[in-house]
């Protein structure tokens, strides 16, 4: 069968031959390899790495009020984890009432976007639930209902 | 320090056999975050390190830098883009003679100090020009470190006389602003006999100013 190019085998072993004659031709050092010394120790020249110092800049009795909310900022760099501890315990309102309070909030703000006739709708199922907060509205309701039945003549 | 290094600190140089030590003072040591030796020796002469804040004095002005004098064999440039807000057009306002709150960017002993007044987020967070007014005196560097360990004794009982401001740099040099001409030379030379007082005569001395 025709054969335009080499055998992949033959192109190999041609390449093979290449690198060998190469990397006889460099040179290296018959030397065992320097171990890399791991320093376990690290130099530092300044004692603020070492020592824990505060901020060189204060002021005290509200003398310069930029700085003092400075010095806070900067010295509860150092005590952030204890700033997020306590954020967890001061919480005002427990996760309970949370939850109360947003089922009742859902009801209330999705009232407000139902359209005329709906709220009528609402109004109804309400009044049997809740008194309080109808009040107003009772007192018309009776008006309209009678304004959309037909009121028989009295004889 | 990473986790399993040692930070050798200040007094403290690494040898092929182990630590060599070429300051005279205590050795501390700080058991937290991989632990740290160094040894706490005085001296009155500051040595530019990198990383720490000081107060310069501006020598003069060459152009686009201005030569600070910061107590070292050197004089410290601050270039006048180094402030926070400042542009070619928005250039700071700084005379000869002005005291400046920066930190060390480059400090080694084959090159010039550069100092900056801004940190590496762009803010200034308190650097920069210091204002009008106020004390500038230089003390030992050991009584510096004294003051600026968290709770300071020194410092507690100060800042209960009087309100004042004070800036302090690592160079030795601290800078006071009170109220009167008075209560700002009373906190400087309390300030400075602190480094010979004990605490007995430090509050025996603070008592009898409170009680004037």
């Given at each position: 069968f025709m054969q335009r190019g080499l055998d992949s085998q033959t192109i190999k072993?041609?390449?093979?031959?290449?690198?060998?004659?190469?990397?006889?031709?460099?040179?290296?050092?018959?030397?065992?390899?320097?171990?890399?010394?791991?320093?376990?120790?690290?130099?530092?020249?300044?004692?603020?790495?070492?020592?824990?110092?505060?901020?060189?800049?204060?002021?005290?009795?509200?003398?310069?009020?930029?700085?003092?909310?400075?010095?806070?900022?900067?010295?509860?760099?150092?005590?952030?984890?204890?700033?997020?501890?306590?954020?967890?315990?001061?919480?005002?309102?427990?996760?309970?009432?949370?939850?109360?309070?947003?089922?009742?909030?859902?009801?209330?703000?999705?009232?407000?976007?139902?359209?005329?006739?709906?709220?009528?709708?609402?109004?109804?199922?309400?009044?049997?639930?809740?008194?309080?907060?109808?009040?107003?509205?009772?007192?018309?309701?009776?008006?309209?209902?009678?304004?959309?039945?037909?009121?028989?003549?009295?004889? | 320090a990473p986790q399993g290094r040692l930070l050798c600190g200040p007094g403290l140089r690494r040898s092929r056999a182990g630590l060599l030590v070429t300051k005279c003072g205590l050795l501390r040591h700080r058991p937290g975050g991989g632990g740290a030796y160094w040894v706490d020796s005085q001296q009155k002469r500051y040595v530019p390190v990198k990383g720490d804040h000081v107060i310069g004095i501006v020598t003069a002005k060459a152009g686009d830098v201005f030569r600070l004098d910061v107590g070292g064999s050197e004089p410290a440039s601050l270039s006048y883009l180094a402030f926070e807000g400042a542009t070619k057009r928005n250039r700071p306002n700084v005379q000869v003679g002005d005291l400046i709150y920066g930190q060390f960017v480059v400090a080694n002993k084959d090159m010039e100090p550069e100092m900056v007044c801004i940190d590496s987020s762009g803010k200034s967070s308190g650097m920069g020009i210091i204002g009008?007014?106020?004390?500038?005196?230089?003390?030992?560097?050991?009584?510096?470190?004294?003051?600026?360990?968290?709770?300071?004794?020194?410092?507690?009982?100060?800042?209960?006389?009087?309100p004042f401001e004070m800036v302090?740099?690592?160079?030795?040099?601290?800078?006071?602003?009170?109220?009167?001409?008075?209560?700002?030379l009373i906190i400087v030379n309390i300030l400075e006999a602190c480094e010979y007082m004990t605490a007995e005569q430090r509050k025996q001395a603070l008592a009898k100013l409170s009680g004037n």
């Open positions: 072993q041609l390449e093979e031959e290449e690198k060998k004659i190469i990397s006889e031709e460099h040179w290296y050092l018959d030397v065992p390899d320097l171990k890399e010394k791991e320093s376990c120790i690290i130099e530092e020249r300044s004692f603020l790495r070492c020592e824990d110092l505060v901020y060189g800049r204060m002021s005290f009795k509200g003398f310069n009020p930029e700085i003092e909310k400075l010095m806070i900022q900067m010295n509860s760099k150092c005590k952030e984890e204890k700033i997020e501890e306590d954020d967890k315990m001061e919480a005002d309102v427990s996760d309970e009432e949370m939850a109360r309070r947003y089922e009742t909030l859902v009801g209330t703000i999705g009232k407000k976007f139902l359209r005329k006739r709906d709220q009528r709708v609402l109004k109804d199922d309400d009044e049997d639930e809740d008194d309080e907060v109808e009040e107003g509205n009772s007192n018309t309701r009776p008006s309209k209902r009678a304004k959309k039945m037909f009121l028989k003549p009295q004889d | 009008q007014d106020g004390f500038l005196f230089k003390v030992s560097l050991g009584l510096i470190r004294k003051l600026l360990a968290p709770k300071c004794e020194i410092i507690q009982e100060l800042s209960q006389l009087y302090l740099g690592m160079n030795g040099r601290i800078w006071v602003k009170a109220k009167t001409v008075q209560q700002t």
